[in-house]
């Protein structure tokens, strides 16, 4: 009898079907044993032994499989054709000969996919295990246990707060910090671009200003409205004709087949999946004998896969949509370790399949693989210049329309970010000296824009550009940053949390070599090396712990306070950002004579004064805002400043009496602000136009709670900020007649009746309120209705202080249950 070993159940089944009588196959459920977390565990000392321990969780299958071993003449491991599957294996075998059942002949098979015809071959095709892989993934685990508990206890020591450090870990971590510093530290840059519409034969096409006066202007050239109107007043004054007509054709090619890397960014970007669900989705489809396996750096599908692809392509489409001859695509990676065919369908015949999330990676899987065994797509690009006569304006249009297709058709691939250039407009047919009739002339004002934070798939590509880690692991290693709490995801972009960022300040600071990029990536080829023969395991091993040892030493043998006080020095630009009075940033705001550093607490890092216990000052570390902390005001262009008050964020324009505020609203964080919407905000309230009926005019703005409309002083609630700018007169109607419909005036809306200050002893902000029961006086916690026949516009200070208090000293009003009070039970 032969015993197969395979990873997952699901593949057992489907694989013991395939192999029929005298073959008994079993899943060890992923791996069996690894290296326990406790010192130890891997000994630098004894040419790094590792002491592996079976997995708790995996006694009953590996008892199921030595059991079945003993009575087996041959064991044959079928695990997944990866660096990871090859261990596995290797740990199965090693059980087994320690539990003196291990068969005398072993056997290692893989296949790319589980399919009648790939198990057949791979069974026919057998081979030993490959002990470069095996002492890869031995070096994998061992730099990454020693990393992790060297490191790990240093931070739990010395950084109140931090929870892990790990080698690939925290430096995908350092990539989203090294973003958000750079998102800080852009200032936006004013500029205006002046364009024109022109008509020809029927057809509209718009043309920007590219030179003017023999100077050829760039996108920052116009740095000003005035100098924008000026160039608009050029452009106005003008009679252009063509002066250029510029056509060439290009083509593009199709993208290769889904690597594990290019499968998670696609994934990402068109069907919003993480790189985790993408993973777990990816596998039941392999064990379903879907598509091939899905860890691999691999680009190429196998000749049989290329021949059905082709014909499919035939049959959808005509045959211009097939090349002359197969594409070949060569992978990009440096020794590429995983399987090597790319991830793609095993039948080209079936185009859909399964459901739900397996059903759209799946048609993203099949489309990918076929397009890329389709014709080239051709286009063509034309460019046309308009000269004035006086020869002191050009202006540029540019477009391009797709000729064939091609793979097009079917796929094309998604981007992180859309290139301001290209152009999809159809431009007329033009000829040199033809005077297209001008429409319109207009300047525009934009701004330029940070760079953005790392998105799913961006950090994935980052990661593979730079070498870092593999893409198998990079689906677990973005899941244990958000599980650590050190990032947050927000609008699909990851966030560094306080904690993150200062764990990774202290790596930096005391770690800078082991989270540089260059020495990660360095590190990653060593690997690579020990897979492909050309180094010993151990020699890598011990070339890093000869160095990281001793670091590791002396950070562990600093104070607390050495290390608090080397990153209050590290920070302080971070911490503590010049202000614009050219004052001392770390002046203390509340006593005004002492200076701010960095301490550390029981529950992590905060920023202090330094005349405790005298001054009580505190701030969270990372809150550098307020502008009672010195916070110095954004400049946004235009006389608009982003300013920080007690109650949060708010823009700025003008002084004095003629000085103009706008707050923030919750929807709209203050990394997402732009000029633009600064601008929008400024110029609240925004009227709608009359109410049809009553001639009333319609508003729409955001208060204290929120986006709301007013007619004729009845409101109704908006859901977003947006809804602010965009709602129409039909929607507004309709949105006040329901609100109407809810009765009480202010049905639709928590905007207040009054405000009336803040009280004297708790600083709450009193208000009177209209309620479902009539109005009200409330501080946000307390509420307190107001006596029969008061006029709720009419209620003072004094009598909402009063009725407040006295309604807290009541205390809570008990609540009745559904039927009143309960009755007592009786015997039956």
């Not at 002046?194 to 023999?214: H, I, K, N, W, Y």
């Not at 002893?761 to 109005?775: A, I, N, Q, R, W």
């Not at 200070?797 to 007592?824: E, F």
Request: hydrophobic share 35%.
């Amino acid at each position: 009898m032969k015993l197969v070993v395979v990873e997952s159940p699901a593949k057992a089944k489907t694989i013991e079907k395939y192999l029929g009588p005298g073959h008994r196959v079993l899943a060890s459920y992923g791996h069996v044993r690894d290296l326990p977390p406790k010192d130890g565990s891997v000994d630098p000392d004894q040419g790094f032994e590792m002491l592996w321990t079976t997995s708790p969780d995996r006694a009953r299958q590996l008892k199921a499989i030595t059991d079945e071993a003993r009575n087996a003449d041959t064991l044959i491991l079928a695990t997944d054709p990866d660096r990871e599957g090859e261990a596995i294996s290797w740990h199965v075998q090693e059980v087994l000969r320690s539990k003196k059942a291990l068969p005398p002949k072993v056997e290692r098979v893989t296949f790319n996919a589980i399919t009648r015809s790939a198990v057949s071959d791979a069974m026919a095709n057998p081979r030993q295990l490959d002990d470069d892989l095996i002492d890869a993934y031995r070096a994998r685990r061992a730099l990454d246990y020693l990393v992790g508990f060297t490191l790990s206890p240093i931070l739990w020591r010395k950084l109140p707060g931090a929870k892990s450090a790990g080698r690939v870990q925290s430096v995908a971590l350092r990539l989203i910090v090294d973003r958000e510093r750079e998102i800080e530290i852009f200032r936006a840059q004013e500029y205006w671009q002046v364009g024109a519409t022109f008509e020809a034969d029927g057809q509209s096409f718009a043309a920007r200003l590219v030179q003017l006066d023999g100077n050829r202007l760039d996108r920052l050239s116009i740095g000003s409205r005035g100098e924008a109107d000026a160039a608009k007043a050029v452009v106005e004054a003008g009679r252009f004709t063509v002066s250029l007509v510029e056509t060439k054709p290009f083509g593009r090619n199709p993208p290769p087949p889904f690597t594990t890397s290019t499968l998670q960014q696609e994934a990402a970007r068109k069907l919003g999946f993480s790189a985790s669900h993408t993973m777990r989705v990816a596998q039941s489809l392999y064990e379903d004998g879907l598509i091939t396996y899905m860890r691999t750096d691999g680009v190429d599908m196998a000749a049989e896969a290329v021949s059905a692809a082709r014909r499919a392509i035939a049959s959808r489409y005509d045959a211009g949509f097939v090349p002359d001859r197969p594409r070949q695509y060569t992978s990009k990676v440096k020794n590429a370790q995983e399987a090597h065919e790319a991830i793609r369908p095993t039948d080209f015949s079936l185009a859909a399949a399964a459901s739900g999330d397996h059903a759209r990676l799946y048609g993203l899987i099949y489309n990918r693989a076929l397009a890329s065994q389709m014709a080239s797509a051709r286009l063509e690009r034309t460019t046309i210049e308009l000269t004035d006569g006086a020869g002191r304006a050009v202006l540029r249009a540019s477009g391009q329309v797709v000729l064939f297709p091609g793979f097009l058709a079917l796929y094309e691939e998604g981007r992180d970010e859309k290139s301001e250039d290209e152009d999809g407009v159809r431009m007329p047919v033009l000829r040199a000296g033809d005077a297209p009739a001008r429409t319109g002339v207009e300047a525009t004002r934009h701004f330029t824009q940070p760079p953005p934070r790392y998105s799913e798939a961006s950090l994935v590509k980052r990661l593979e550009e730079l070498g870092i880690g593999r893409p198998s692991t990079y689906a677990a290693t973005l899941q244990t940053l958000k599980d650590r709490e050190y990032v947050r995801v927000d609008k699909g972009r990851f966030v560094p949390e306080e904690s993150g960022r200062l764990v990774t300040a202290f790596l930096e600071r005391f770690f800078e070599r082991y989270v540089s990029y260059d020495y990660t990536a360095e590190l990653e080829e060593g690997l690579d090396d020990v897979s492909g023969g050309r180094a010993g395991w151990q020699d890598l091993l011990a070339a890093f712990w000869r160095d990281f040892k001793p670091k590791a030493g002396e950070v562990m043998e600093q104070q607390p306070s050495e290390i608090t006080a080397a990153l209050d020095e590290f920070l302080a630009p971070w911490l503590y950002p010049e202000r614009e009075d050219g004052s001392d940033p770390r002046l203390c705001p509340a006593c005004g004579d002492g200076r701010l550093s960095l301490r550390g607490g029981k529950f992590g890092a905060f920023v202090a004064c330094s005349n405790y216990p005298e001054c009580r000052y505190t701030q969270k570390f990372g809150q550098t805002g307020g502008e009672a902390a010195g916070d110095a005001p954004v400049e946004l262009g235009d006389g608009i400043v982003l300013k920080t008050g007690r109650f949060g964020p708010y823009v700025e324009r003008g002084v004095g009496e003629d000085v103009k505020r706008a707050s923030l609203p919750k929807d709209l964080p203050v990394d997402d602000l732009t000029p633009e919407w600064a601008e929008r905000l400024l110029s609240l309230p925004r009227e709608i136009g009359p109410h049809p009926e009553t001639g009333q005019p319609i508003t729409a703005s955001i208060g204290r709670y929120g986006p709301y409309l007013m007619h004729d002083g009845k409101y109704a609630r908006l859901s977003s900020t947006a809804e602010v700018f965009e709602t129409g007169m039909n929607a507004a109607v309709a949105k006040l007649a329901d609100a109407a419909a809810g009765g009480g005036k202010r049905q639709g809306s928590r905007e207040p009746i009054a405000v009336l200050g803040e009280h004297p002893e708790s600083g709450k902000e009193l208000k009177v309120m209209e309620g479902k029961y009539g109005p009200y006086v409330s501080d946000g916690s307390t509420h307190a209705t107001l006596p029969k026949g008061t006029d709720p516009k009419s209620v003072t200070m004094d009598q909402a202080i009063q009725w407040v208090d006295a309604k807290a000293a009541k205390g809570p009003g008990k609540k009745k249950g559904r039927g009143g009070a309960k009755r007592k039970k009786t015997k039956a």
